[in-house]
């Protein structure tokens, strides 16, 4: 396989690649069964392009990668130009800073990553037994791209262990990040998970739970046929609500959330809060193999704890009937601690074009990573858990 000759190549446009082509790399395991990762599918990534979330001027333009040997495509990656540093989640605005007033350009920069979107998965997406050649040639053909276009920098976001692996093995700077997510750890229900907890956390959870369910309403969650256009038109106005207060203005555009409806309702954990019959606020999850990944959440009313309930209680339910091992609920938020949500490292990976510039940032990141490792055993330490399941 070491001599199998490759052809890289950047696309425009994810309407240049066959759906069957790049799921045969990002999801191979989709014949068969749910895909493990919904996010890198033909499906989702091309719902954010055709509607607009992506492309023209939103500053993420699209240069995905393919590689082809044998006559067929073995490797693929989400690979983007980027002229701002927003909706990304690993935060490089100091990185930025710094080389901008150093009399440097960092914008533009390369970004291999899924947009708007804090999930771990594979991002150098191979076929099954091209793994090394296809990992190689995506992250050769990335740093190749950005080099020849004197681009300061590559950044590959919320990559697997191995890739990260992988790529520092190839020169490229790892870089260590914290999130927080829920271990399925053989619960039978949700009860079954509270007497894990300590006793202080496990009757604050019950209040919680008692206080949202009682806002004066019916939570539903929905997935598959049960998620009407109408539900939708509900999310959209919660979406701009957060999207507003959060950024300024949202990322995702309402045409992104009726392809969804289309082409990925069977993906997709609706939770809504109904009063009267009438959506007041939701959560919206996609759905993994084996993961819940919660996404975005917004409401038109506020009512105690109401976010806990739709955001992370009501994802550790689905988790728990479906028999599913982990609930991601995306970056940030040291309150999800609190309610069992374990912290875990992600991984990230840095090509930097200035080699001066390189330097300080590989002192930057190894620092970060060692403080990175101390917040984990600290809050692992302090955890919600009971000291005799440790």
Not at 186 to 208: M, V
Request: glycine fraction near 8%; hydrophobic fraction near 40%.
């Amino acid at each position: 396989m070491t001599d199998t000759q490759v052809n890289i190549r950047a696309h425009a446009s994810l309407s240049e690649i066959a759906p069957q082509d790049w799921d045969a790399c990002a999801c191979p395991e989709a014949a068969s069964d749910r895909p493990i990762d919904p996010f890198t599918t033909h499906r989702f990534l091309y719902a954010l392009e055709r509607s607009g979330s992506v492309g023209g001027q939103t500053g993420w333009h699209p240069h995905y990668l393919t590689v082809t040997a044998d006559d067929r495509i073995i490797a693929c990656a989400p690979l983007y130009g980027k002229s701002h540093s927003q909706g990304e989640y690993v935060f490089d605005h100091s990185w930025a800073d710094a080389y901008q007033r150093a009399g440097g350009s960092y914008y533009p920069k390369l970004l291999m990553a899924v947009p708007f979107t804090p999930a771990t998965g594979r991002r150098l997406l191979t076929r099954l037994g091209y793994e090394t050649i296809g990992q190689a040639a995506l992250i050769q053909g990335a740093v190749q791209l950005a080099a020849e276009n004197e681009l300061s920098s590559l950044h590959i976001t919320f990559c697997t262990k191995d890739e990260s692996t992988a790529g520092q093995a190839m020169g490229l700077l790892p870089r260590a990040g914290l999130q927080y997510h829920w271990e399925n750890q053989g619960f039978s229900d949700f009860d079954a998970y509270l007497t894990s907890l300590n006793s202080r956390k496990r009757k604050a959870i019950r209040k919680e739970r008692r206080t949202a369910q009682g806002f004066g309403g019916e939570i539903v969650a929905l997935t598959g046929a049960d998620i009407q256009p109408a539900h939708w038109d509900a999310f959209w106005n919660f979406y701009q609500d957060t999207g507003a207060r959060k950024w300024g203005s949202p990322y995702l555009t309402r045409q992104f959330f009726d392809l969804l409806h289309d082409n990925m309702r069977d993906d997709i954990l609706l939770v809504l809060a109904l009063r009267h019959g009438t959506p007041v606020a939701g959560a919206l999850n996609l759905i993994g193999r084996d993961t819940v990944f919660g996404r975005y959440w917004g409401a038109i009313e506020h009512h105690p704890c109401l976010h806990f309930e739709l955001c992370y209680y009501q994802a550790i339910d689905f988790a728990l009937t479906h028999g599913m091992s982990r609930v991601e609920a995306g970056a940030q938020g040291d309150h999800k601690h609190a309610r069992g949500y374990a912290p875990v490292q992600t991984h990230s990976l840095h090509w930097i074009r200035d080699e001066g510039f390189r330097d300080a940032v590989a002192r930057f990141v190894e620092e970060e990573a060692a403080l990175v490792k101390e917040d984990i055993a600290a809050l692992a330490e302090l955890g919600p858990f009971r000291k005799s399941d440790k």
